[in-house]
């Protein structure tokens, strides 16, 4: 695959900065006036390849004890840091979209205030947790771990969300009840050892399960072999342990609990959260316009701590940012862009080659959202405040659309002024979509904005 991609590129370097052949091909009027409006500014940078996913962090205390798969990585938030020389005594960094709170790890650490804000609360918990961290002395993880087990044949089992399908399909029986056992003994913890086994014990869901984070999905893999919830536990905990002892190593500290903050809400309207200091910069990246749904990807922590029922879960789905294909459209809502527009009036036409009919309606929806979100990043932001989106192109039917490009359009419509778009790779389309259209290669790109004086 990577030998695919990689002969994906020179032809495409040598056609910037003009819409090449290909892109005429497969995009429609608009895309491709984008395309040409934004040419100069586009600019390839594909050391910045390996830093738009999570990969990474597989080495970086903390981040590595729970695999968020749509992380980006520490080292680009770094980057991004050292590039906007932020630093001054009043910067102070906003992710919007924060996940597991990469965003945060890297700023606080360098003594810079940073809000995270998610609408997901396994992410919110885990960029919630990660602080904790510091408070913990060696060793204490671990003795914790004996107690614990002594507990568990005294513990009923914890509730879970047993209606949702996935929780009767995913575990084998005696895990499921071990399981639950393992979480009602780590509720019974004080905190912050409470919190920090949870994350713990979240981490473990996808490998004693036939689960697999895959792509978009939760995929069930019967002939998965199946770690024990007892040795999974532990070995987290070595993990963690040894994560303890690497950031004293490492002289990793957060010289003010204030400076890392992580709050559960919804950046397409942030009127209810109150700013413990006024954004300088924006480090982020949201989910991409390509079926992505959170509530399934993570629907086993979710099952297991966050939600009741069913019902709960299927809430939760709708209102976090209409990225998937159950986004529900209200009939007054209309694309906010036209290269959007043409791209959903396309597809409407080829709905019988589209894998789900439903795509147009998504499509509408995300950029709605999205929308909605940079128009309050541009009233939250100081003036001058510089900004960073990690973003993925989508090709649907073989259309190509220029979700970075369009992102760039209506964030000028809402105060900010478009300075780079840098790409970090190029990816392929799914195999389904090459097979049918071709193989062409589809932008992850970094958005750099500035919101105008
Ligand atoms: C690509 S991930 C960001 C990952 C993050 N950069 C990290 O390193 O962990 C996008 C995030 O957007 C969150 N999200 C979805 N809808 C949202 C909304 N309406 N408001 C805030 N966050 C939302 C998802 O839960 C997900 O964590």
Known sequence: MRRALDSLQPPLM????SPSSWMIRHMGAEGLRLERKYAVLIREEQRLGRLVSYVGNKEVPLLRLYRYKEAFAFRLVEELIARFGIGRPEDCVLDPFCGMGTTLLAAALRGIPAIGIDRLPVAVFIAQTLPLFFQIQPGEIRAAYGKLKRMLPRVPPAEIAEDVEIMKVAFPENTLQALRRWKAAIEALEPPLREIYRLLFFAILEPCSYTAKDGQFLRLRRSKKLASP????????????????????????????????????????????????????????????????????????????????FSEL???????????????????????????????????????????????????????????????????????????????????AGRLLPVDLILCE?????GFQVEEILVARYKGNSSQQMGRYGRIPVRESILIWRKRP
């Open 314 to 396: 299927r809430a939760l789905r709708h209102s976090l940012l209409r990225s998937h294909i159950e986004a529900r459209l209200d009939p007054s809502e209309k694309a906010p862009h036209p290269a959007v527009q043409e791209t959903v009036d396309f597809l409407k036409e080829q709905k019988a080659s589209l894998n789900n009919p439903r795509i147009p309606e998504m499509l509408t929806a995300y950029f709605v959202d999205m929308r909605k979100a940079i128009q309050e990043w541009g009233r939250v932001l100081v003036p001058g405040a510089r900004a960073a989106i990690v973003v993925d192109n989508v090709r649907f």
């Open 410 to 414: 209506m964030s000028e419509e809402e």
């Open 230 to 309: 007892d040795d999974a536990l532990l070995a987290k905990v070595m993990e963690a342990e040894e994560d303890v002892l690497r950031i004293r190593a490492l002289r990793w500290e957060l010289r003010e609990p204030s400076l890392w903050t992580a709050i559960l809400g919804d950046t397409r309207n942030l009127h209810s959260i109150s700013f413990p200091c006024a954004p300088t910069a924006l480090i982020t990246s949201p989910p991409y316009a390509n079926r992505y749904d959170y509530t399934r990807t993570y629907s086993l922590e979710l099952c297991f701590h966050f939600v009741r029922d």
């Open 14 to 17: 040598m056609t910037f900065p």
